[in-house]
Protein backbone atom coordinates (compact mmCIF):
# COMPACT_ATOMS: atom_id res chain seq x y z
CA UNK A 1 0.00 0.00 0.00
CA UNK A 2 1.58 2.98 -1.03
CA UNK A 3 1.70 5.97 1.46
CA UNK A 4 1.53 8.81 -0.54
CA UNK A 5 -1.84 9.75 -1.51
CA UNK A 6 -2.96 9.82 -5.33
CA UNK A 7 -3.64 13.63 -5.24
CA UNK A 8 -0.07 13.81 -2.86
CA UNK A 9 1.45 11.97 -5.81
CA UNK A 10 0.54 14.51 -8.47
CA UNK A 11 1.41 17.38 -6.22
CA UNK A 12 4.51 16.39 -5.28
CA UNK A 13 5.39 15.73 -8.71
CA UNK A 14 4.44 18.96 -9.77
CA UNK A 15 6.55 20.42 -7.02
CA UNK A 16 9.75 18.36 -8.51
CA UNK A 17 9.30 19.59 -12.15
CA UNK A 18 11.00 22.81 -11.34
CA UNK A 19 13.95 20.47 -10.86
CA UNK A 20 17.04 21.72 -12.57
CA UNK A 21 19.71 18.94 -11.87
CA UNK A 22 19.83 15.22 -10.87
CA UNK A 23 19.43 14.95 -7.00
CA UNK A 24 20.52 11.68 -5.09
CA UNK A 25 18.86 10.62 -2.06
CA UNK A 26 21.24 9.16 -0.11
CA UNK A 27 19.47 7.12 2.49
CA UNK A 28 20.66 5.08 5.62
CA UNK A 29 18.83 2.45 7.56
CA UNK A 30 18.95 -0.62 9.75
CA UNK A 31 16.15 -3.48 10.30
CA UNK A 32 16.66 -3.34 14.22
CA UNK A 33 16.20 -1.05 16.68
CA UNK A 34 14.54 1.63 14.56
CA UNK A 35 10.38 1.93 14.20
CA UNK A 36 10.43 4.36 11.67
CA UNK A 37 13.22 3.19 8.82
CA UNK A 38 11.19 0.80 6.72
CA UNK A 39 8.52 3.37 6.71
CA UNK A 40 10.64 6.18 5.67
CA UNK A 41 12.49 3.85 3.04
CA UNK A 42 9.33 3.44 1.73
CA UNK A 43 8.52 7.45 1.32
CA UNK A 44 11.46 8.13 -0.20
CA UNK A 45 11.11 5.29 -2.66
CA UNK A 46 7.56 6.44 -3.66
CA UNK A 47 9.25 9.72 -3.89
CA UNK A 48 12.29 8.93 -6.00
CA UNK A 49 9.79 7.43 -8.67
CA UNK A 50 8.04 10.83 -8.98
CA UNK A 51 10.77 12.73 -10.88
CA UNK A 52 13.51 11.32 -13.33
CA UNK A 53 16.04 14.06 -12.00
CA UNK A 54 15.87 12.18 -8.40
CA UNK A 55 17.78 8.67 -7.34
CA UNK A 56 17.86 6.94 -4.41
CA UNK A 57 20.28 5.41 -2.87
CA UNK A 58 19.88 2.71 0.10
CA UNK A 59 22.81 1.81 2.64
CA UNK A 60 22.48 -0.36 5.54
CA UNK A 61 23.53 2.17 8.23
CA UNK A 62 25.12 -1.19 10.30
CA UNK A 63 27.16 -2.83 7.57
CA UNK A 64 28.01 0.42 5.06
CA UNK A 65 29.53 2.17 8.24
CA UNK A 66 32.40 3.80 5.45
CA UNK A 67 29.44 5.20 3.44
CA UNK A 68 28.15 6.58 7.08
CA UNK A 69 31.28 8.18 7.54
CA UNK A 70 31.30 9.84 4.14
CA UNK A 71 28.07 11.58 4.47
CA UNK A 72 28.64 12.01 8.03
CA UNK A 73 24.97 10.51 9.29
CA UNK A 74 25.15 9.45 12.74
CA UNK A 75 21.65 8.08 13.23
CA UNK A 76 18.72 6.23 11.28
CA UNK A 77 17.00 6.58 9.30
CA UNK A 78 19.23 9.64 7.87
CA UNK A 79 19.03 11.15 4.76
CA UNK A 80 21.65 12.87 2.37
CA UNK A 81 20.48 15.01 -0.26
CA UNK A 82 23.24 15.43 -3.05
CA UNK A 83 23.07 17.27 -6.19
CA UNK A 84 26.51 18.12 -7.88
CA UNK A 85 28.11 18.65 -4.43
CA UNK A 86 27.15 17.73 -0.81
CA UNK A 87 25.70 20.79 0.63
CA UNK A 88 25.57 19.07 3.91
CA UNK A 89 21.77 18.74 4.14
CA UNK A 90 20.88 16.00 6.32
CA UNK A 91 17.02 14.62 7.36
CA UNK A 92 17.01 12.41 10.48
CA UNK A 93 13.66 10.77 11.34
CA UNK A 94 10.59 10.09 8.79
CA UNK A 95 10.07 13.22 6.76
CA UNK A 96 6.52 13.40 6.75
CA UNK A 97 3.86 16.21 8.05
CA UNK A 98 5.13 19.82 7.43
CA UNK A 99 8.85 18.24 7.37
CA UNK A 100 7.55 16.16 4.37
CA UNK A 101 7.26 20.15 2.58
CA UNK A 102 10.91 21.01 3.58
CA UNK A 103 12.35 17.82 2.12
CA UNK A 104 10.88 18.96 -1.39
CA UNK A 105 12.16 22.02 -0.68
CA UNK A 106 15.60 20.93 -0.16
CA UNK A 107 15.73 18.88 -3.24
CA UNK A 108 14.61 21.65 -5.58
CA UNK A 109 17.29 23.81 -3.90
CA UNK A 110 19.93 21.18 -4.45
CA UNK A 111 18.95 20.34 -8.10
CA UNK A 112 18.98 24.46 -8.80
CA UNK A 113 22.86 24.24 -6.36
CA UNK A 114 21.42 27.75 -5.28
CA UNK A 115 20.45 28.38 -1.31
CA UNK A 116 17.77 31.67 -2.31
CA UNK A 117 19.76 33.61 0.19
CA UNK A 118 20.29 37.05 -0.22
CA UNK A 119 23.70 38.29 -1.67
CA UNK A 120 23.95 40.30 1.39
CA UNK A 121 23.34 36.81 3.41
CA UNK A 122 25.87 35.02 1.37
CA UNK A 123 28.46 37.98 1.97
CA UNK A 124 28.21 37.99 6.07
CA UNK A 125 28.43 34.05 5.78
CA UNK A 126 31.33 34.18 3.74
CA UNK A 127 33.32 35.89 6.46
CA UNK A 128 32.53 33.65 8.71
CA UNK A 129 35.97 31.65 9.80
CA UNK A 130 35.62 28.91 12.33
CA UNK A 131 33.81 25.62 11.45
CA UNK A 132 30.32 26.19 12.19
CA UNK A 133 27.12 23.45 12.96
CA UNK A 134 23.58 24.38 12.10
CA UNK A 135 20.79 21.87 13.40
CA UNK A 136 17.11 22.85 12.94
CA UNK A 137 15.19 20.65 15.01
CA UNK A 138 11.23 20.72 13.93
CA UNK A 139 8.50 19.26 15.83
CA UNK A 140 4.55 19.80 15.19
CA UNK A 141 3.93 21.00 18.52
Not at 29 to 44: A, G, H, Y
Not at 76 to 87: F, H, Q, R, S
Not at 120 to 125: Q, V
Request: charged share 25%; hydrophobic share 35%; proline share 5%.
Amino acid sequence: MALLSESDRRATQDRLKVSENPVKLVHFTQEIECPSCPETRRLLQEVAELSDKLSLEIHNFQLDKDKAIQYNVDKVPGTAIEGAKDYGIRFYGLPSGYEFATLLEAIVAVSRGRSGLSEATIDRLQRVTGPLHLQVFVTPT
